[in-house]
C-alpha cells in the first residue's frame, strides 16, 4: 500500500484507515511523505518494491479533485517507459489497482446537480487509464466522502470495513475492466 498524506498527523480519516490496514499481515504499508520528506523518490527501490505485490493500494486523501503532490510525482518517477508501460514495460501487469480516498464533499456533492459537477470517479478517470496503460486490473475504488461528517464511531466502522477487504482479498474481487 502506497500512503500519501501530507499532513498525515492532523487526519482524521486517513490515519485511522492506516491504522487498520497496518494489522493486516499480507499488507506492507509505505508512508511516502514520511519516506521522502524531501521528494527524492528513489525509482529502483519503489520498483523492487512493487514486483511481488499482487495488489497495489493507493490510498490518499483527494486535494483539488485529485492526488496529494507526493503521490503524483511517485507516479511519475516510478512507472517509467520500459517498466510500466511500453516496449517490455510490463512490470505491473496483472496485479491489481485498488484506489482508496477520502474527501471533504458529500458523496451528493458528487453529481451534475452538485458544487463538484461531476461524480467521483470521472475524476479518477486519469489513474484510471494510467492503470489500464499498464495492464492493470482496475478494482472499484472506495472513497470516503464528508470526512468532517463522520464522528469516531463512524470512522471506526469504515476502518473495521477496510481492515476487512483487505484481509479478504483477493475473494472479493470481480472483474470490473
Ligand atoms: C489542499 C486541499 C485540497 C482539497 N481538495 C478537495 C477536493 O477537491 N474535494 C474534496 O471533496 N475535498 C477536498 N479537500 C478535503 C480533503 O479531501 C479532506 O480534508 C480529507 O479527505 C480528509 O481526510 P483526513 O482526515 O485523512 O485528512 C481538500 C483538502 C485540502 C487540504
Known amino acids: 500500500m502506497i500512503y500519501a498524506h501530507p499532513h498525515s498527523r492532523r487526519s482524521s480519516a486517513n490515519r485511522r484507515l492506516l491504522e487498520a490496514a497496518v494489522t493486516v499481515p499480507s499488507v506492507t504499508v509505505h508512508d511516502l511523505y514520511e519516506h521522502y520528506p524531501d521528494f ?3 525509482a529502483q527501490a519503489e520498483q523492487r518494491a ?7 493500494v493507493l490510498q490518499y486523501p483527494t486535494h483539488w479533485y485529485s492526488l496529494p503532490p507526493l ?18 514495460g510490463t512490470a505491473l501487469a496483472g496485479k491489481h489497482l485498488w484506489c482508496v480516498t477520502t474527501t471533504g464533499g458529500l458523496r451528493d456533492s458528487y453529481s451534475v446537480e452538485g458544487i463538484h459537477g461531476h461524480a467521483y470517479e470521472d475524476f479518477l478517470l486519469p489513474l484510471r487509464q494510467t492503470a489500464r496503460l499498464c495492464g492493470m486490473s482496475w478494482l472499484p475504488p472506495w472513497v470516503l466522502h464528508g470526512v468532517p461528517h ?10 473495521t470495513h ?10 472479493w474481487i470481480t472483474d470490473s475492466n
Open 50 to 56: 512493487l514486483q511481488t505485490a499482487d495488489l497495489l
Open 40 to 42: 527524492n523518490i528513489d
Open 150 to 159: 463522520l464522528d469516531t464511531d463512524a470512522l471506526l466502522t469504515w476502518s
Open 162 to 171: 477496510y481492515r476487512d477487504q483487505l484481509t479478504r482479498y483477493p475473494t
Open 71 to 88: 503521490l503524483k510525482l511517485w507516479i511519475d518517477t516510478v512507472l517509467e517507459y520500459g517498466w510500466a508501460y511500453g516496449p517490455n
